[in-house]
């Protein structure tokens, strides 16, 4: 049982490059998000989605879009990369919004 | 003010030693409260649930006080093992669920 699969691990970019973060469930989750972890701070939500077909915005959107492409996978875009995307991204995904959240194994990002 | 906040430590204690963290959160009407454990460079694995009238799983202990609006873990007979950042999380109004920074806990032989 995979759990939560993210993907790339480590990634490199530079400034205006643009790359998409994936993320796949398999254990018929409703609810997927996508957090972002910067040192001294906790993890941000960057937007996340209730259920297939639906996104919504989280604390940090500014300079991401998502994709519910279908129940099981849920995708971040950066179309113009900045250093201040630099951070480690979490997907999760919950049976609903407000219990126990299963992360991924996270994907660390340099924009340089 | 934060919405939740955890003293980041680190708390260096001794094996064997008893160790308790708070978190404490701005909003009274949050509903849920959880704490989850994260290993250097890993993802949050969620550690236990925190009730309203408290609850125990081995070695931890789980508080909530809702009077002064702070949540608690206590660890006893600390473990090597237990070295890791300890992250609050709190469930407020239309299911916005929001982390603490967490807090760094090293234990040494």
């Known amino acids: 049982n995979a759990g939560v699969t993210q993907t790339p691990k480590f990634q490199v970019l530079k400034t205006g490059q643009s790359m998409t973060l994936q993320c796949a469930q398999d254990?018929?989750?409703?609810?997927m998000y996508w957090y972002r972890q910067d040192p001294g701070m906790g993890l941000r939500l960057i937007y996340y989605s209730a259920s297939e077909g639906t996104t919504d915005k989280g604390e940090v959107p500014n300079g991401y879009n998502v994709s519910r492409l279908n129940k099981r996978e849920f995708s971040l875009r950066l179309e113009s990369a900045a250093p201040s995307q630099t951070s480690v991204y979490f997907c999760?995904?919950?049976?609903?919004?407000?219990?126990?959240?299963?992360f991924g194994s996270g994907t660390q990002l340099s924009v340089l | 003010r934060k919405e939740v906040e955890q003293d980041p430590g680190p708390f260096n204690v001794p094996e064997g030693a008893t160790v308790a963290f708070n978190c404490t959160y701005s909003?009274?009407?949050?509903?849920?409260f959880f704490w989850y454990r994260q290993d250097c460079r890993k993802e949050p694995k969620l550690l236990m649930s925190?009730?309203?009238s408290g609850n125990e799983d081995g070695r931890f202990t789980a508080q909530l006080n809702r009077a002064s609006q702070y949540i608690s873990l206590l660890i006893r007979d600390s473990k090597l093992s237990d070295s890791a950042t300890y992250l609050c999380?709190?469930?407020?109004?239309?299911?916005?669920?929001?982390f603490g920074a967490g807090t760094i806990l090293r234990v040494k032989s």
């Open positions: 999760a995904s919950s049976g609903a919004a407000n219990e126990k959240l299963f």
């Open positions: 999380v709190v469930i407020l109004y239309g299911n916005k669920l929001v």
């Open positions: 909003n009274s009407a949050s509903q849920s």
């Open positions: 925190v009730y309203s």
């Open positions: 254990m018929n989750h409703n609810s």
